[in-house]
């Protein structure tokens, strides 16, 4: 079965710097999809960027990029230019091929003034 | 084209009482999703749907718990005679056919008294 983990519970980051979030999934499957959601306190899951396995190129949204190591299993988040409304819970998230998502735990993100 | 939609997005129960959860999804989306999040948890799979068919229900449990996708009409999540532990926030999700992004709506928060 697929697992996806977040070793980091909490992380905090002074506005305006660059954080980097960490992910490692374990799966058996060569082709699948990665995704990151985030989780404001409004509690709505918005989807932040995702990435196929099958593309070699790391996926890019504005301030939103992504460190996808295949072979390793890892995928980090890492947000640049941190503003305060990225405050929020981010999960990670693995697309099965039988379509189901299986999410990780969390990291909460603090965005210090 | 608006997104997801779940009502109601707060119910109160008692113990033993029964919850209708419900779910319309994007237009032109034939696949629905339901996930489970317990407090300070990621979310949990439970069932995937597409029109008036049940895919996938491994994530639910057997007993009180149901769910269908009508021809016309939104998803409903079902849960019978519930208790304290069924208190979560039950999102939903969509896709459309050929793709592989679901999108979620904001959310029931059940709270069970």
């Known amino acids: 079965a697929q697992t996806v983990t977040q070793s980091q519970p909490e992380m905090s980051v002074q506005e305006a710097e660059t954080v980097t979030l960490s992910c490692t999934y374990d799966t058996s499957e060569s082709d699948y999809y990665l995704f990151w959601y985030k989780q404001p306190p409004s509690r709505q899951m918005i989807l932040v960027i995702r990435?196929?396995?099958?593309?070699?190129q790391n996926a890019t949204e504005n301030r939103f990029s992504v460190n996808f190591q295949k072979a390793a299993k890892s995928f980090s988040l890492k947000i640049s230019d941190s503003q305060l409304g990225d405050a929020a819970m981010y999960f990670c998230a693995y697309r099965s091929r039988d379509d189901k998502i299986i999410f990780g735990k969390g990291t909460r993100l603090h965005i210090l003034p | 084209n608006a997104g997801v939609m779940q009502n109601p997005r707060h119910l109160v129960r008692r113990r033993g009482q029964e919850a209708r959860l419900r779910c319309s999804p994007m237009?032109?989306?034939?696949?629905v999703y339901w996930y489970r999040q317990l407090p300070e948890e990621g979310l949990k799979f439970m069932v995937y749907l597409q029109k008036e068919n049940i895919i996938d229900e491994s994530g639910m449990p057997k007993e009180r718990f149901s769910a269908e996708f009508p021809k016309e009409g939104p998803s409903i999540l079902r849960i019978q005679q519930v208790v304290r532990g069924d208190s979560a926030a039950y999102f939903c999700?969509?896709?459309?056919?050929?793709?592989?992004?679901?999108?979620f709506g904001p959310g029931t928060r059940l709270t069970v008294l």
């Open positions: 990435q196929e396995a099958y593309k070699q």
């Open positions: 999700a969509s896709r459309k056919p050929s793709t592989d992004t679901q999108y």
């Open positions: 237009k032109g989306h034939s696949h």
